[in-house]
């Protein structure tokens, strides 16, 4: 299985909004809406920010929101803040009953 | 509150076999949910190495399935992770993490990280 495909990076200043791509096919993304999205700070584990293409787990900011469209998936993050320059990865369900991850974004808040 | 806590060697040789564990403490494994390993090399992305029901009904990645096994111990509320003939581009952080499923088994996400171990291959 292929990962999914994300920018590797993207920059944002403080209050901005900033939206970050994940690619797939139609075995992955687009066949199913069961996206979610991490976020990673350096030297910590995964935090899940949005599961289901675009659900919030209770405690995650609406600032954080997530939507598809055909193959591809997005994490839109509004009211750009200093604590949100972390890494990000999508991921996905697969028509092989598999997970595939996305490479990851690094968000840098400017 | 749920926790998950892995444990194992941190330094295993090539061709040799990693084994890993994760200990889950707040919740019982036999009240559902499916249970999942991740690693991340130094540096890289995430990729998902397997996930196990408390049945034993398992999924693996394709890539690593003929040299991954995971099982569950439900007596001891733990899971656990061998990977076989392992080389040093295996070097990584491995996580174990709870999985959302559906009535099917498909996979919602990972809700639930363990803090993560670092297991390095070398001779």
């Known amino acids: 299985q292929s990962a999914l495909t994300q920018p590797a990076s993207v920059s944002g200043s403080p209050g901005q909004s900033i939206t970050i791509s994940c690619t797939g096919t139609?075995?992955?993304?687009?066949?199913?809406?069961?996206v979610s999205w991490y976020q990673q700070h350096p030297g910590k584990a995964p935090k899940l920010l949005i599961y289901?293409?675009?659900n919030r787990p209770s405690g995650v900011s609406n600032r954080f929101s997530g939507s598809k469209s055909g193959n591809t998936a997005s994490l839109t993050i509004s009211g750009l803040q200093a604590e949100d320059e972390a890494d990000y990865y999508c991921?996905?369900?697969?028509?092989?009953?598999?997970?595939?991850f996305g490479g990851g974004t690094k968000l840098t808040v400017l | 509150q749920v926790q998950l806590q892995e444990s194992g060697p941190g330094l295993v040789k090539p061709s040799e076999t990693l084994s890993l564990t994760c200990a889950v403490s707040?919740?019982?494994?036999?009240?559902?949910?499916?249970w999942g390993w991740i690693r991340q090399p130094p540096g890289k992305g995430l990729e998902w190495i397997g996930s196990?029901?408390?049945?034993?009904?398992?999924y693996y990645n394709p890539s690593l399935k003929s040299r991954v096994t995971i099982l569950v111990d439900t007596s001891k509320n733990q899971f656990s992770l061998k990977l076989s003939s392992v080389t040093a581009a295996e070097t990584a952080v491995y996580y174990c993490?709870?999985?959302?499923?559906?009535?099917?088994?498909?996979?919602?996400?990972?809700?639930?990280w363990g803090q993560g171990t670092t297991v390095t291959v070398s001779s």
């Open positions: 993490a709870r999985v959302v499923v559906d009535s099917s088994g498909a996979h919602y996400g990972m809700d639930v």
């Open positions: 707040g919740y019982s494994i036999s009240s559902g949910y499916y």
């Open positions: 196990i029901y408390h049945s034993g009904s398992t």
């Open positions: 139609s075995s992955d993304v687009g066949g199913y809406n069961y």
């Open positions: 289901d293409v675009s």
């Open positions: 991921s996905s369900y697969t028509s092989s009953s598999t997970v595939v």
